[in-house]
């Protein structure tokens, strides 16, 4: 089976099951209550899902601390209720894509403990182990402020052991093929029960060298290749999105100069200056990131996002930039985390401006990729910031203005959910939305519409127009003979700009979004006046697309 390459023209609606909807009252969202919730995530039209850990977990990290990666927590339900929802979703036209999580295991899991306890364990050498505590243990943390160190003294294994993240998540030795293979077993069992691929976690950590004598770890490019050809022997159109925070230079290698590797990967090159355009209103180095990120293979795609469950990591941008971008996003210090990031959800950073979100989100619809919407986003959901580090973004949804936002009929939920004030369920729910025709979700629902009629976006190549002011963006994505403007105004006062489509067939500007067609002046350029935080979607001619687009 070939694959289809079905993400190039996708939207990817992420989520974490326990803070979704509850069926039995218990204050935890189940596979049950998700299934419940599909033709809300069908009717907004969105083309996937992905599911954040819901393996047996004892939650110390939100169900990253996985003890059993073939089943599923019984908070959540059993492996029948997650088949049934793979069903239904695939009934709906919804694929499932789910957390690889195997960098790591909890320090609770049944590999760990034999490990430890044994060392002719067979599981011994799963793990890294070091009799002295290296000189660079305390470098390297994934969480520095909260973590000390990356290695940790177990009185029972009578030795250290590594581990990138917390104390009690172990890093899994990798290079070893028996865990190699074991990771092949478990996204082949997922992959048979219905998953359309795998959103893997902390890809530069799984592939680089581990152990106490290595300083700087080598990635083991290999070792994405054969993933990617067991999911793709297993299942042809599974896919493989790799969170990886990168340098520009190493994207190929990790795509695949071939495009043999991943299939995606996520774009925090471009998220992090997308956010300092934002806050700036200055383009130049989100062109740059653009720039930088433009080489990718064929069936290579960007996965491109605003927000998502971890704080917004600023940490490849300059001092300046980010200080910029904390002053205008996470002024205040309980707003930061990890010395590098802000830990608030989007609507509260930017004030709950409409003006600012729309532009936001159109922005993340039109830069070049697919984009990754985060759920409760689509009504501009806000935070709990006493809550802490990350989880004051992971608050239940907020569904009504029931009790408990209607999330669950319990009066315990697995997280508090957000009460009062501007952004409490009482004012910010999905059912006041519904009913108001010019809500969030319902431009949100559009917008996801006009992104998935404008497929140019995701399979075409794009450039860069001159706009001569550096407030305001312009792109322009060609494939098969159509084309498609999208032009973005950051500033918060009007802008009049002049632009060439840059096209034989660019004299006539067919606006895809309202009534604001445009046609060449004399010059042939287009004059186009922007309203603060105004943008433009266009389709490039005067064709009428629907009669003459080419199919995929």
């Known amino acids: 089976m070939i694959n289809d390459l079905w993400y190039k023209n996708a939207v990817i609606y992420s989520l974490n099951v ?14 049950v209550g998700l299934t419940r919730r599909l033709d809300y995530l069908h009717g907004i039209g969105i083309d996937a899902v992905w599911l954040q850990p819901f393996q047996p977990s004892p939650f110390r990290d939100d169900g990253y601390d996985v003890v059993d990666h073939y089943g599923v927590d019984p908070r959540h339900g059993s492996l029948g209720d997650f088949v049934e929802f793979t069903h239904a979703a695939k009934s709906r036209g919804i694929r499932v894509l789910i957390d690889l999580v195997v960098n790591h ?30 000189k660079n243990a305390n470098e390297g943390m994934v969480f520095p402020g909260v973590q000390e160190t990356t290695w940790t003294w177990d009185d029972r294994a009578g030795a250290y052991y590594f581990h990138r993240f917390y104390e009690f998540q172990p890093d899994l030795n990798t290079s070893n093929p028996r865990v190699q293979a074991e990771i092949l077993k478990i996204m082949g069992f997922w992959l048979q029960l219905g998953v359309s691929g795998f959103r893997m976690d902390a890809v530069p950590f799984i592939i680089g060298t581990k152990g106490p004598d290595v300083v700087k770890p080598v990635e083991q490019f290999d070792m994405l290749r054969t993933f990617r050809e067991f999911i793709q ?10 969170e990886a925070n990168i340098l520009p230079e190493d994207d190929l290698d990790y795509f ?51 927000r998502n469950h971890d704080e917004l990591d600023l940490g490849r941008l300059t001092e300046e930039q980010r200080n910029r971008v904390f002053a205008a996003f996470g002024p205040e210090e309980h707003m930061q985390l990890y010395h590098r990031g802000i830990r608030r959800r989007l609507a509260p950073m930017l004030g709950g401006d409409r003006r600012r979100l729309e532009l936001a989100y159109s922005l ?41 936002g209607g999330f669950t009929k319990g009066d315990k939920p697995v997280l508090p959910v957000v009460t009062g004030g501007p952004w409490g369920f009482e004012t910010i729910n999905v059912a006041a939305q519904r009913r108001d025709p010019n809500s969030l979700l319902n431009w949100t629902e559009r917008m996801i519409r006009a992104r998935h009629e404008a497929p140019e976006i995701g399979w075409g190549d794009y450039a860069l127009v001159a706009t001569r002011d550096p407030g305001v963006i312009a792109l322009r994505y060609d494939w098969r003979g159509n084309s498609v403007l999208v032009v973005h105004n950051l500033h918060d006062a009007p802008r009049e700009v002049r632009l060439r489509a840059g096209t034989p067939e660019g004299d006539r500007l067919i606006d895809l979004l309202g009534d604001g067609h445009s046609r060449a002046e004399t010059d042939g350029r287009h004059r ?4 603060p935080y105004g943008y433009r979607w266009f389709r490039v001619g005067g ?8 199919e995929i």
């Open 18 to 31: 326990g803070t979704f909807m509850d069926s039995n009252g218990d204050g935890i969202g189940d596979f």
């Open 105 to 134: 295991t909890s320090d609770e899991h049944p590999w760990f403990q034999s490990a430890r306890r044994d060392p002719d364990s067979p599981y011994r050498d799963w793990y890294v182990w070091s009799e002295k505590k290296p």
């Open 233 to 242: 022997w297993r299942q042809g159109d599974a896919v493989m999105l790799a």
């Open 256 to 306: 695949g100069t071939d495009g043999d590797r991943s299939h995606m990967m996520f774009n925090f090159q471009v998220n992090q200056n997308l956010f300092y355009a934002l806050a700036s209103a200055e383009t130049k180095p989100l062109v740059q990131a653009l720039k930088a990120t433009k080489a990718r293979p064929a069936s290579g795609q960007w996965g491109q996002f605003l």
């Open 364 to 404: 993340m619809f039109t830069l070049p990729g697919t984009p990754v919407l985060r759920y409760g986003d689509e009504i501009g959901m806000g935070d709990d910031l006493s809550l802490p580090e990350r989880n004051c973004a992971r608050t239940p949804m907020q569904w009504s203005t029931e009790p408990q």
């Open 528 to 531: 186009l006046v922007l309203e």
């Open 543 to 550: 064709l009428d697309y629907i009669l003459n687009r080419q």
